[in-house]
């Protein structure tokens, strides 16, 4: 008989612990939550305190009798789920199921490592109700509007669709943003660079104009421009003013599981569901052989705090000494302070040894994992490391009643950029690029190369990617840590919006269901409501609010504005876009529709013509296998690829945009590939590594 039953989340969990301890131990997995409210049925009695009905979930019986079973043949029972919400109520459940006492039983670890679990079993405490309870209102809560909302939209709107307190929040939050950009008025704006020379120098370096008799210049066209150039062609450049400083520039804090979502987005182009799967299986431990056996890489993935723990940075602070020098680490450790309301539970993101360098598992791991681990285990070694040294130049030069500012920099100590840059909007935001300026003195005169003016639009607000989508959620509150990726997988699926060249572009359907919650159900669909709701349910986890009272508040006028809704709303009818195109069946012409994988045509006269085919968009490109017409089309991911319509009887496809120009030196078809910098045609042959020219500059 074992004497101590462990039970954990997932298997891979489970399988991990297992390697830590003896035969005295069992470890099984719960595989998730066993109870949950019902399906069929809204299951919360609202007339005495919103209390819950839990069943055991379909499917899971087995696995109940499983753990009951084991649990009866333990001498101690000890549940190790997630050290979270979600994990604190699988415990409460699994506690009722098993009828276990009300002791010490609960035990919790950060990381999945011999050392932390050894060290929990010998430190259990007793189920947090307060954690319990902020679970239970989140549920009740999301289970009100889902079933009490979702369903008047399936009656006014159309059946499927679903509201929430965080997606329908979210699905406004692109609404809004898509109509400031259709609103917006690009205004036309100029800049002038001058490339200039120092005495004894054959290389220019470039000055940006600024001001003009000391104001700021605004130059908003090409006549403006054209006078100013007029006026500077004659113009003595004389360097006025220089200012040397050395500036220190810290490192980022380590990750929490926003951040990582985010740079995970743009550095790796994961999006955030791919980034919380790999992360966790990170977390669960892989086998890594050796001495070593399985272990879990990093700390726990849901957090929304910077802190590190005192003995993790004592361990990057030798590992910096050793690897790099002592001048690269801090006087002291790096503390981080954490975001408004952020919860200080759990500790970053952070490798559970510093000491696994990521080239040292890299075998072991899978490409994602290692990408992902090499991310984290950058991004903390940096965040406890000695700031970047950088001394800059600023000169200042006049020419007439005009002024020009010329700026360089070098790296004098590296520091952290030695390991890790962070990355924003696609760019590296700590990157110094090393750009010198020749000695210069006040008082000496340059020479002028050239004038180079620029015409410039501004640009309206960019659409969200899921990076920025992430980081607004997180700066006003809105969802946990834990909510960011299933609700973008959410608003996808129900067609609110689709994903465009990683953009989130609004439905039609997407924009009626805003236009109708923020008529009929403001609150709903408020940021501010929403976040202030989300500290509500913090201030129940802390034991200072009553979670059925919060419920009872919620509650009542809800049910006064759907009963008020029922009546005031009609039948929302969505505009139809109508082609050209036939139905083959009874000759309407056919209609555009959203579907789960994007756009499709269908016969208007459903239910009871059902015909269906492909929305196909050509691109004007002969397919070179067969001579048919190349289209785009959407995978079931939603990723863009290209293909021919011929297709099942033709196989061409490119994720690629395919042209009709053939390589000069191998024949084969050329394929446009963007980036920043504009697009190339480039030879999809390995073997012929023709690239041409930018052919254009994208926005």
Known sequence: MAKTLIIVESPAKAKTIAKFLGRNYTIKPSMGHLRDLPRSQFAVDVENGFEPRYITIRGKGPIVKELRSAAQKSQRVLLATDPDREGEAIAWHLQHLLNLPPDPIRIEFNEITPKAVQEAIKNPRVINQFYVDAQQARRVLDRIVGYKLSPLLWRKVRKGLSAGRVQSVAVRLIVDREQEIEA???????????????????????????????????????????????????????????????????????????????????????????????????????????????????????????????????????????????????EKPRQYKGRKGSQDAHEAIRPTSVWREPLTVKNNLTRDQYRLYSLIWERFVASQMEAAVIDTVTANIDAGPYLFRATGSVIKFPGYLRVYQENVNGEEKEQEQEQSLPSLKVGQVLGLANLEPKQHFTQPPPRYTEASLVKTMEELAIGRPSTYAPTIETILQRG?????????????????????????????????????????????????????????????????????????????????????????????????????????????????????????????????????????????????????????????????????????????????????????????????KYVEQVKETLP
């Not at 599981?257 to 992360?279: D, I």
């Not at 726990?300 to 020098?325: C, H, K, M, N, P």
């Not at 024949?667 to 504009?678: C, P």
């Open 184 to 330: 917006f008025e690009s205004e036309e704006y100029w800049s002038l660079t001058a490339w200039l020379l120092s005495e004894g120098e054959n290389k220019a370096f470039p000055a940006k104009l600024l001001k003009y008799q000391g104001q700021e210049l605004v130059i908003s066209s090409e006549a403006e421009m054209t006078k100013i150039t007029a006026a500077l062609e004659g113009a003595t450049y004389r360097v006025s003013d220089i200012k040397q400083r050395e500036r220190r520039k810290n490192p980022a804090p380590p990750f929490t599981t926003s951040t990582l979502q985010q740079e995970a987005y743009r550095k790796l182009n994961f999006t955030a569901r791919r980034t919380m799967q790999v992360a966790q299986q990170l977390y669960e431990g892989l086998e890594l052989g050796g001495s070593e056996g399985t272990v879990g890489l990093i700390t726990y993935i849901r957090t929304d705090s910077t802190r590190v723990a005192s003995v993790a940075q004592l361990e990057a602070r030798d590992y910096l000494a050793e690897r790099f020098g002592k001048e690269y680490v801090p």
């Open 496 to 688: 609110y919006v689709v994903r465009e060249q990683k953009q989130f572009i609004p439905t039609e359907l997407g924009r009626v269901v805003v236009v109708l919650l923020k008529q009929h159900f403001p609150d709903i669909i408020d940021v501010e409501f929403t976040a202030q709701m989300e500290e509500q349910l913090d201030l129940i986890e802390e034991g200072k609010l009553p979670w059925r009272k919060v419920l009872a508040d919620f509650y009542q006028p809800f049910q006064q504005l759907l009963e008020r809704a029922e009546k005031e709303i009609g039948t929302v009818e969505l505009p139809q876009e109508i082609s050209e195109e036939k139905c083959e069946n009874c000759n309407r012409n056919l209609v555009v529709k959203m579907g789960r994988y994007g756009k499709f045509l269908a016969c208007p006269g459903f239910p009871e013509c059902r015909f269906t085919k492909p929305l196909v968009d050509s691109i004007g490109v002969t397919c070179p296998q067969c001579g048919g017409n190349i289209v785009a089309r959407r995978s079931k991911k939603g990723r863009k690829f290209f293909g021919c319509q011929n297709y099942p009887e033709c196989n061409f496809v490119s994720w690629d945009k395919p042209t009709e120009q053939n390589c000069p030196h191998c024949g084969t078809r050329l394929v446009e590939k963007s980036s920043r910098q504009g697009t190339r045609l480039v030879c999809p042959n390995k073997e012929c």
